[in-house]
């Protein structure tokens, strides 16, 4: 069956610190993936989603980046984090297509800046 | 633009029935998902309806109107474990999601 773990699930970064957030899938191959951030009371935003390694696109401009090194990981980060930056995180994948289709969510991180 | 319509609260009682409208003005249409998010978690998909009608699934339905542009999830012997924010969300003509901002669903004794 297939499986997806997202890591760290909490922390607490001082502004202007960077970020990294990992994401892996498990038991499929060639997923979509993504990465969504949800402030309180709103809807999920997506960031970035890709097809394949080393594909990446940007759905939100901002000071985060995310790269696909392997085919089932996918990496979320910052050089410098903002205040804004704070959320809860969520990695996604879907089975591979040009359709995003039913979404499997990893458990989120929390991101709070401070 | 593209919009997602859906309550941001309700509450109703244990053992009763709920019904959670959505309606959706979108860059065309690829079918529309619901999902439930757990305080604290993460989503996990609950339904998808790309033909108009009823889709039936124990104690959760999900209807579409596509002509009306409009969605509701109905909720059956609502439990305390039914307490959740409930996600609204569309594919487009890019079939991408769009996402609407959620219903928290309250149950109470």
């Known amino acids: 069956s297939q499986t997806i773990h997202q890591w760290p699930a909490t922390l607490v970064q001082p502004v202007g610190s960077p970020l990294s957030l990992e994401c892996t899938v498990e038991g499929t191959s060639n997923p979509n993936l993504y990465w969504y951030r949800q402030a309180a009371g709103r809807g999920l935003q997506l960031l970035f989603y890709s097809v394949g390694i080393g594909q990446i696109s940007s759905e939100v401009p901002q000071n985060l980046s995310a790269s696909r090194p392997q085919d089932r990981q996918f990496i979320l980060s910052s050089k410098k984090l903002l205040l804004s930056d704070s959320g809860f995180y969520l990695c996604?994948?879907?089975?591979?297509?040009?359709?995003?289709?039913?979404?499997?969510f990893g458990e989120g991180s929390r991101l709070t800046v401070l | 633009g593209q919009n997602i319509d859906q309550p941001t609260e309700m509450t109703a009682t244990e053992g009763a029935i709920v019904q959670i409208n959505c309606t959706y003005q979108t860059s065309g249409f690829n079918g529309l998902f619901w999902y439930q998010q757990h305080a604290g978690e993460a989503p996990t998909f609950l339904s998808y309806n790309v033909l108009d009608g009823l889709e039936e699934k124990g104690r959760f339905s999900s209807f579409l109107s596509r002509s009306k542009g409009y969605s509701y999830l109905l909720l059956k012997e609502l439990q305390m474990k039914d307490s959740a924010s409930y996600l609204c969300?569309?594919?487009?003509?890019?079939?991408?999601?769009?996402w609407g901002a959620g219903t928290k669903l309250i149950i109470k004794p």
């Open positions: 969300a569309v594919e487009d003509s890019n079939y991408q999601l769009i």
């Open positions: 996604a994948w879907s089975v591979g297509g040009f359709d995003t289709g039913e979404l499997f």
